[in-house]
């Protein structure tokens, strides 16, 4: 199993601007979800991506925007930036069918 | 609305002890899963353990093991001789008909030495 991976890290931007996060899904999962998780909080749900469509979505604007490819990676882009935006946002994939996802690490997101 | 609520922001129990974390959900969905996860200082999700609504037994992995109660919608963790390699925090979550995951805003666990 090659796990979920995200990149980057860590990245800082500006307010206004925008950003795009990327995500590796597990190898074989077909379903990628992204969360968003505030400094103490617990993950929110985003939206979710199933063969290349959107097939769910949280409490969030329509400048949170996401892709699923035909490879399974998955992209979150964020427009027109805000400070509240600042958050760690976590990338989580399965098999469609399966009991649970399986997590990466995230991208730590500052807006200044 | 489904929610998630873990009413212990913080234990802090020496290492070898016993644990248990609380959870209370709501859902008016019959069918459904429930989680624990870590995440640890890498930031990483773990998954801990796992139980399906629909089997009354209890689920358990190694050290870990869980007390549901589907009636009272409650989900609690239990740590036995617990370790400092469990020092994180624990989210106790729960999946829904549409595969959407509410996590509770978790318990920060710190194992002492």
């Known amino acids: 199993e090659t796990g979920v991976t995200q990149s980057p890290t860590h990245l800082i931007k500006t307010r206004g601007q925008q950003v795009t996060l990327r995500c590796s899904s597990q190898s074989g999962h077909n379903t990628v979800s992204w969360y968003q998780q505030a400094l103490g909080q617990g993950p929110q749900f985003i939206f979710q991506y199933y063969r290349e469509e959107e097939n769910g979505r949280g409490n969030f604007p329509p400048r949170f925007s996401g892709l699923q490819f035909p490879n399974y990676s998955s992209e979150l882009n964020v427009n027109a930036l805000e400070l509240d935006d600042s958050a760690l946002y976590l990338c989580?994939?399965?098999?469609?069918?399966?009991?649970?996802?399986?997590f990466g690490s995230g991208t730590r997101l500052t807006v200044v | 609305a489904q929610t998630v609520t873990q009413s212990q922001p913080e234990m802090s129990v020496q290492e070898a002890e016993t644990v248990t974390l609380s959870c209370t959900y709501d859902t008016s969905e019959s069918n459904y899963y429930l989680f624990w996860y870590k995440q640890p200082p890498s930031r990483q999700m773990i998954l801990v353990i796992r139980q399906e609504a629909y089997k009354q037994q209890n689920a358990t992995e190694n050290r870990f093991s869980v007390n549901f109660q589907k009636a009272a919608k409650s989900f609690s963790l239990k740590i036995s001789d617990s370790q400092l390699g469990d020092t994180a925090m624990y989210f106790c979550a729960f999946m829904n008909r549409d595969d959407k995951i509410i996590f509770g805003k978790g318990t920060r666990l710190h194992i002492l030495p």
């Open positions: 989580a994939s399965r098999t469609r069918g399966a009991h649970g996802y399986t």
